[in-house]
């Protein structure tokens, strides 16, 4: 099984539990705050806001919020790929509109998103960190947690529930349509100021576990995974910053050498291996001279 | 970092800020009827941080949120629809959401039948009398009928049927010193001729 269909399982398997939860009243809770039994995981967006908001700390919330600070150190950024909700139903959106097109206006569709990509401003890391210490202040000068009302997760998660319980949809699905057009066009840039992901990258830079490490040896160079990189990483180049990388594994399902491989604590990470394209480059120069 | 960066990165933070406090100047419509055990509204929306877990666990199904509206510092927080039930909290004890709730905003009471979620008001000219609302409601003597020679009834048992009689122009009323505001007897209602309207106060104990 390749970590594509994983990925989508687990995505389904959790919208599911969610779905399952709101039908039968289990109070598992939701992406804000969950807890089966003593294991419970908080939001760490939620956390923050609600302790700025209050300006207390919530003492009963912190062995939570620990453990997914706990989770973000050992597997990084894995949520944003593998359990965001934003991340998966918007998949799915965008390739069912792509696919409700025909083949011309998908082409025009296409190059219209590149078109208003270079036309806006890019955002890049040190934006999103800007646009996150700005909500938070906001947050703790008028004591409202304001990110909670507008963050894409709660909109959909409110929403399955409403709709499982009730079945209605709420006019709040309205509030979606910016993240959602940012998600259609395929932004690099603007995928930074999501506020939870800005959050976890920060706390993922300390992650140095379960990263996808290139074997030199059997990589031909091609940039496929470069290309397939939500984020414009390049394993091949061994730039993979945990701060950037969702672990969404895209780059060792897709490379055809099969050259990636998951290594749980790569060793030699830091030190600084040649690309081996600069690498075959130099040979041929040698051997011309 | 240069001048121009500094800039831009303080705009977008500022403009962040400028964006919580206006969501807070802008025009709202006031009370919702509230869960059991929420703390005041002006603190209420400064602890929920609308993770829909209270909605999600009432075993009535007599939550749901807030939608989209220009009060946007209450758009999704739980609010008590009488349209999809009623609070059984005063029936039985229940304290779900309560329980559920992780930051506080609704806090278990001491004593249920001290909390006070709202006022109930029956429109008169719509009702059929057929008293279903004297079997729903939890508190007894709540909901009462006129007894034009006497003290007025509190059980069906006792009314007579000449009075309760559909074109009768005696109808039942609710106390609102002992009405809780749990939406049981709106809920109910067959021509959905009751109201419930938000209020947060200590009730006397009957």
Known sequence: MTFERARKWSGIAILMLIIGAAIWGFGLGSFCYFHIGIFRLMCPVGFAELCLSTCTIYWNLLPPFLLVIGLIILLGRMFCSWICPVALLGGWFKSLLLRAMPQGVRMWWKQQGIRVVKTLPKLGYKDGIAITIGAFAGVAIFGFPFISSFCPIGIITRNIIGFF????????????????????????????????????????????????????????????????????????????????????????????????????????????????????????????? | MTRREFLKYAGEAGLMVAVSGACLKLPHSGQYIRPPGAIPEDAFFTKCIKCGICVEVCPSHALDFVGLTTDIKNIGTPRLNPRHGGCIAWKEPCSKCMDACPTDALKKPLDIHHVKIGNALIRKEECVNCLMCFQACPIEGAVRFPNPNGKPYIKTKDIPSKLSDIKSPLKPYIDNTLCTGCGLCAHICPPHCIDITPQQKKRAKA
């Open chain 1, 165 to 289: 319980t009730h079945f209605q949809l709420h006019a709040d699905l309205v509030l979606l349509f910016i993240p959602v057009c940012f998600g259609v066009l395929f932004f690099h840039g603007w995928r930074n100021i999501c506020p939870v992901g800005a959050f976890r990258g920060l706390i993922a830079g300390m992650n140095h576990t379960f990263v996808p490490v290139v074997n030199h040896s059997l990589c031909n160079g091609c940039r496929t995974c470069e290309r397939v990189c939500p984020f414009g990483l390049s394993p091949q180049n061994d730039n993979l910053d945990s701060r950037f990388c969702v672990k969404c594994l895209k780059c060792i399902d897709e490379c055809p050498q099969r050259a990636i491989s998951l290594s749980f604590l790569p060793r030699d990470r830091e030190g600084h291996t040649p690309c081996p394209r600069v690498h075959a480059k130099a040979l041929h120069s040698n051997q011309a001279s």
